[in-house]
């Protein structure tokens, strides 16, 4: 008898850890029976739109709450970048710099300046133990503030043609039985080929993907990484291991606002305009959520960039299939607000729970 329950326990122990699986399975089977072409190559490619964005400032995030912190300004920080790269990127096509060098010294500018949010985030934490919710809720309305000032309050539009071309474009392009070409539709087809063409994998999708993994491997491969968990188990015993605990959370907050600028950087591929409130209010809740939903703890010490991964695409499709479905977008906000208080439960239930 004793083995039969100490099995069930198991069985539901294993049940609770998978639940974030089982939840995006559920979502899929729901929206493919209520919406209309779910399964469509369209459709694949909006739900990996919809998550570029929620993916890169969640995987920043991710970092943070490993070490019991939490960074609330993602979202206008991501903002000011869209903002910054944008115009940097008008004003150096006004001064007659090629396509290209504007896009790219715009890039690069936006992700520099986005480094300083994370450098003041993270020297208030742990230099002069302000509690990260202040810190951070603090520059929340400074990037706000700097938005405002840089763009007065009116979208910067003009951008270079190209800026569009590069957004909005595919990996692959896929004319079924004629052609398959990277980066760029084939050349000379007519007007019923270009209906018949499958685009596969979003350029954004594809730079964000690549980013993702590259701090994935840092956080679950490195010593830096395993010294990121253990100040979030336990900051004192850190200290006495001889872990630099105050450059490393300096270091997190840094990367935390990396991710987010990099995320404006790409919106402003995606809608090629500048903009701090369309794309930037409340996206930091549904960051928090993905991380969360994905198995991190908010006290600290447990996550991964792959559970937060599956987290980014339940609200990913979650979106996608309200949208198909008909559904009013503010339920989405209902919709994401229980299932995070859902995650925290099962956090509750189901301590270890870690997707490696």
Not at 185 to 195: E, K, L, N, V, Y
Not at 207 to 229: E, K, M, P
């Amino acid at each position: 008898m004793e083995r039969v329950m100490a099995g069930q326990k198991e069985w539901l122990h294993r049940l609770g850890r998978a639940w974030v699986a089982f939840f995006l399975l559920g979502e899929i089977v729901v929206f493919s029976i209520i919406g209309t072409g779910f399964f469509s190559a369209r459709n694949f490619q909006n739900i990996l739109v919809a998550a570029t964005t929620i993916l890169l400032l969640a995987a920043g995030e991710t970092f943070v709450i490993i070490t019991g912190g939490i960074d609330l300004s993602v979202g206008f920080v991501m903002g000011l970048a869209c903002v910054v790269s944008a115009k940097i990127m008008v004003m150096l096509q006004a001064a007659s710099v090629s396509q290209g060098l504007s896009i790219l010294l715009g890039c690069a500018g936006a992700l520099l300046f986005g480094l300083l949010p994370g450098l003041v985030n993270g020297a208030l934490v742990a230099k002069l133990r302000v509690p990260p919710f202040i810190a951070t809720f603090g520059m929340y309305g400074v990037a706000y503030g700097l938005s405002e000032i840089l763009c007065n309050n009116v979208p910067i539009s003009g951008l270079p043609p190209l800026v569009g071309f590069i957004g909005n474009g595919y990996l692959l392009y896929y004319l079924p039985g004629k052609a398959l070409t990277f980066f760029s539709p084939p050349q000379g087809i007519s007007r019923a080929d270009i209906r018949a063409m499958i685009p596969l994998f979003p350029n954004v999708f594809v730079f964000s993907i690549i980013a993702v993994a590259i701090f994935g491997f840092i956080l679950a491969r490195t010593q830096f990484g395993q010294h990121i968990y253990a100040i979030g188990g336990n900051i004192d015993a850190a200290r006495r291991a001889g872990i630099p605990v105050e450059k490393h959370l300096i270091r997190v907050y840094v990367i935390s606002s990396l991710f987010a600028a990099f995320s404006g950087v790409l919106s402003t591929l995606i809608f090629s305009i500048g903009t701090h409130t369309q794309f930037a209010a409340s996206l930091e809740l549904f960051a928090i959520a993905a991380v969360v939903i994905g198995g991190a703890s908010l006290m600290g010490g447990k996550g991964s960039i792959l559970g937060t991964a599956l987290g980014v695409f339940v609200l990913s499709v979650l979106e996608v299939g309200f949208l198909m479905s008909g559904i009013l977008p503010f339920y989405r906000y209902i919709a994401v607000g229980t299932i995070l208080v859902f995650a925290v439960v099962i956090d509750q239930l189901f301590p270890e729970i870690v997707y490696d």
